[in-house]
Nanobody, 114 residues
Framework: QVQLVESGGDLVQPGGSLRLSCAASGSIFRTDVMGWYRQAPGKPREFVAVVTGGGSPNYAASVKGRFTASRDNAKKTVYLQMNGLTPEDTAVYYC????????WGQGTQVTVSS
């Protein structure tokens, strides 16, 4: 059973940057789809980015141009580089892996505030 552990969440000022990491334990395959969702207080979980096994990312419109998702299959890790952060990006960020089922990480808190 694959497990995912996120790290890198923090408190950052508007305009700042953060890099989130999500490390997988157990075997992952190039056919696995990995990515990120986020959930702000009082709101439903929303899609942020997805990275296929070949490394091609897709993004939500709200983060396109500011966030960059990538994955290193050898390290079994997916990353989310976040630049130009705004208070609207404040949320718990969850990584996921989709195979026959979906596995979620425990989440990491990102707070954007002055």
């Amino acid at each position: 059973q694959v497990q995912l552990v996120e790290s890198g969440g923090d408190l950052v000022q508007p305009g700042g940057s953060l890099r989130l990491s999500c490390a997988a334990s157990g075997s992952i395959f190039r056919t696995d789809v990995m990515g990120w969702y986020r959930q702000a207080p009082g709101k439903p979980r929303e899609f942020v980015a997805v990275v296929t096994g070949g490394g091609s990312p897709n993004y939500a419109a709200s983060v396109k141009g500011r966030f960059t998702a990538s994955r290193d299959n050898a390290k079994k890790t997916v990353y989310l580089q976040m630049n130009g952060l705004t208070p609207e990006d404040t949320a718990v960020y969850y990584c996921y892996l989709r195979r026959s089922t979906v596995v979620w990480g425990q989440g990491t808190q990102v707070t954007v505030s002055s």
